[in-house]
């Protein structure tokens, strides 16, 4: 399968300190999703930060349909169709909904198509377009986290990646959340998920990635690196039960 | 009805103040700096006034926009010169605390030396007259500098809710991660922000040109009224900075009045210390962490 992103070699941390990402290849092909998975202090949310342009790569390539983006603005990355919802505040809390999707679509210049995006993607979120109107802070944990993801729809990009979208939410709506998951990546969307509940990100993932120390340890099939016993030691909890 | 006439004038005096403080409070809500040449760049705008009126009878009415076209640019020369290098440094705040406070030194001494300290005030014919309305009675300069200020808020207060400028503005004052990450050139949104709060020292510089009597160093007094203001009504919020403003203006006007002039100034002082022992976040501010 043709891949739409790869990164390469990339090295990267914070300020002066020390590399926090040391090498790490990634390769993602169009139109599936794939889950990052590795312990706490791994690099996954770093590695989406250096894709994103939020941190500049110290070595390495990052190519996006054979173009490189790497040390990219954001705002340049994101005009190549990358999206990247964070772990936590990616919202506007005093802007409505509305004004949260309308940012969304910030680099949209034809106000009537962004306005007709919105009512798009409105329509796919039936609990957002309830609330529309109400402050971005007053939803639900489970609401701001749809809100985030919904709105990088507004720019229909190629890739969204999404970091810890599970994080301290009820089961049931991470349920959900994994729902509208697979809903885009069947639409065509690419999806990179970072997740520290390795099974249920892998579980719905095509393709797997596990980091540690800022490499890459290990890459293939979603199913394969569940099954595989080492792995499932070392990074699903010993006794995990895979179904 | 004394009272009345007291209220009235401070709330005249408090748009004034508002619009004084707007620049500032932008310019901390986006950038999270602390501006001590706020006041400063407020003498420049006034200076700006005083000698357009003296050299060319211009109203100052009439050259405020003169003033904050050249507030602006020169805003943006401090931001991109001295301010823009510190960006991204894990002390910025504290370095722009200290930068700012040298342009305004600089400042103070480059006004010194170029106009000497003495006080000078614009004198427009409406400057010393007043409006009767019943038996209040309305001195029509600060009449007039309060409603320019409060139309100029206004017009801010629009371009933030509708413009594609004042959205990123304000995105980028909520959440600037989130803000790169929407497309935002926060970069650039900074440095226009910072040139938009100046240019708004600049419009309340040429309007107290002819309500208060200025000279360089008196900048210093202004730092601390100003700060009084914003952060009674929160730190970066615009609306905070206006409510403060009106507020405390009525206070220090009923002070001045009933029990001292030079007891009016203290006002404000106390207000900051009252809030940031009562309610540090201000009356708008978020609770911190």
Redesign the interface.
């Known amino acids: 399968m043709p891949s739409l992103l790869e990164a390469r070699g990339v090295v990267a941390g914070y ?1 002066r300190g020390p590399d926090i990402l040391t090498g790490v290849n990634l390769t993602v092909a169009s139109g599936q999703v794939q889950c990052i998975i590795g312990p706490n202090g791994a690099g996954k949310s770093t590695l989406l930060k250096v894709i ?3 941190l500049p790569a110290r070595q390495g390539h990052i190519t996006f349909n054979g173009k490189s983006i790497e040390n990219l ?3 340049q990355v ?2 190549h169709g990358i ?2 919802v ?1 772990q936590e ?7 409505s909904v509305r ?1 949260n999707l ?3 679509g ?2 949209i210049d034809d106000k009537t198509e962004l306005h007709k995006r919105i009512d798009e993607v409105l329509e796919m979120f039936p609990i957002l377009k309830e609330r529309s109107s109400q402050r971005a802070k007053s939803l639900s944990g489970g609401e701001q986290r749809m809100l985030a993801l919904s ?1 990088t729809l507004v ?1 229909r990009p190629e890739i969204v990646m999404l970091d810890e979208p599970s994080l301290g939410l009820a089961p049931r709506i991470v349920r959900q959340m994994f729902e509208i998951i697979h809903l885009l990546r069947d639409r065509g969307l690419t999806i990179i998920v970072v997740e520290q509940n390795a099974i249920m990100g892998l579980k719905n993932a095509n393709w797997g990635c596990v980091l540690d120390l800022g490499k890459n340890l290990f890459d293939g099939p979603a199913r394969d690196i569940l099954d595989d016993p080492r792995i499932r030691e070392l990074y699903l909890g010993k006794k995990s039960q895979v179904a | 009805m004394e009272i009345l006439q007291v209220v009235v004038i401070g709330l005249v005096l408090g748009g004034v103040y508002a619009l004084m403080a707007s620049g500032l409070t932008l310019v901390f809500g986006v950038m999270k700096i602390i501006n001590l040449a706020h006041p400063i760049f407020i003498i420049i705008g006034a200076y700006i006034a005083y000698w357009l009126f003296r050299l060319y009878g211009l109203d100052p009415i009439l050259s405020m926009p003169i003033a904050m076209i050249g507030l602006f640019c020169l805003g943006i020369a401090v931001y991109k010169l001295i301010l823009e290098r510190e960006a991204g440094s ?1 002390r910025y705040a504290e370095m722009t605390v200290l930068l700012t406070f040298a342009v305004a030194m600089t400042f103070d001494g480059l006004l010194g030396f170029m106009f000497t300290s003495s006080q000078r005030i614009t004198s427009p014919s409406y400057a010393t007259d007043a409006i009767l309305l019943g038996n209040l009675f309305l001195p029509k300069g600060q009449f007039y500098a309060g409603i320019i200020s409060v139309s100029l808020i206004i017009v801010l207060w629009a371009f933030l809710r509708y413009s ?1 400028l004042g ?2 503005i ?2 980028t004052t ?2 600037r ?9 926060v970069a650039l949104v900074s440095t226009l922000t910072f040139g938009i709060g100046i240019a708004l020292a600049g419009a309340s510089g040429a309007l107290i040109s002819f309500v208060f009597s200025f000279f360089p160093s008196r900048h210093w007094e202004w730092i601390a009224m100003l700060m009084s203001l914003i952060v009674l009504g929160g730190m970066g919020k615009l609306l905070g900075a206006v409510v403060g403003a009106f507020l405390l203006a009525v206070v220090a006007a009923l002070v001045s009045t009933y029990i001292g002039a030079t007891w009016s100034t203290l006002t404000f002082f106390l207000a900051l210390f009252l809030i940031l022992l009562v309610r540090p976040q201000g009356l708008f501010g978020e609770k911190m962490e």
């Open positions: 300020g994103s342009g939020l603005r954001p705002d994101l005009r999206c990247l964070p505040g990616a919202l506007f809390p005093d802007m004004e309308r940012m969304g910030y680099i709105r720019v | 894990a594609r959205y990123a304000r995105a909520q959440n991660d989130a803000a790169q990450l929407v497309g935002v050139n």
